[in-house]
């Protein structure tokens, strides 16, 4: 059964940098069959997709980060990682890595998030 | 990048009710849509895909309808379990998109 943990610091500084990995274990972070995205979500707030990465290496973010994140694969510890620079307090939110698998049926297919890490929280404060 | 918005933002409904969310993108994203029920303090999990595809496991209760622009959940017979968040995503753009969520709350 494949599981998903996140770990981090949860307390980062205004204006640093948030490091997050996502340490995955019953299977390979390197199949061609699937691939991984964070998401996040601000207290009390709904979810927000930051960004994908494929097998191929291949990476798509949400347009309002996209100059300050960068998520890469470490196929050697079979880790996610994300990287946000410059944080600000708006960036306090709890942080999922889940992986994507395509699902079809008779009628349609659809990529969906379907194995989540648990979360966690990190707090950007002065 | 395709923007969700779902309705209504929240609602009251009592156990055995019917209850309906309606999810619209701004663009045609075919059935590229999966529904997610979060309640709090856990992660999010998978309830339907590809717009009306029950995942593994989850009840019969649950239903999802829809194509283009416009999609349904449908809880059949709310059960205390299911008062909780729900969310659509598309998946038809390389930029994942989620909807603001819908809060089931107990009447």
């Known amino acids: 059964q494949l599981q998903v943990q996140e770990s981090g610091p949860g307390l980062v500084k205004t204006s640093e940098t948030l490091s997050l990995t996502c340490t995955v274990s019953g299977g390979s972070i390197s199949s061609s069959r699937y691939f991984w995205g964070w998401i996040r979500q601000p207290p009390a707030k709904g979810l927000q997709w930051i960004g994908n990465?494929?097998?191929?290496?291949?990476?798509y973010y949400t347009p309002s980060l996209n100059s300050r994140v960068t998520i890469t694969a470490d196929a050697s510890k079979n880790q996610v990682s994300l990287r946000l620079n410059s944080v600000t307090a708006a960036d306090t939110a709890v942080y999922y890595c889940?992986?994507?698998?395509?699902?079809?049926?008779?009628?349609?297919?659809?990529?969906?998030?379907?194995?989540w890490g648990q979360g966690t929280m990190v707090t950007v404060s002065s | 990048d395709i923007q969700m918005t779902q309705s209504p933002s929240s609602l009251s409904a009592s156990v055995g009710d019917r209850v309906t969310i309606t999810c619209r993108a701004s663009?045609?994203?075919?059935?590229?849509l999966n529904w997610y029920q979060q309640t709090p303090g856990k992660a999010p999990n998978l309830l339907i895909y590809g717009a009306s595809n029950l995942y593994n496991g989850v009840p019969s209760r649950f239903s999802g309808s829809g194509s283009g622009a416009d999609f349904t959940l449908t809880i059949s017979g709310l059960q205390p379990e299911d008062f909780a968040t729900y969310y659509c995503?598309?998946?038809?753009?390389?930029?994942?998109?989620f909807g603001q969520g819908t809060k089931v709350e107990i009447k």
């Open positions: 995503q598309q998946s038809s753009s390389s930029l994942r998109t």
């Open positions: 889940a992986r994507t698998l395509g699902y079809c049926s008779a009628t349609s297919c659809a990529e969906a998030f379907d194995i």
């Open positions: 990465i494929y097998s191929s290496g291949n990476t």
């Open positions: 663009h045609n994203i075919n059935k590229q």
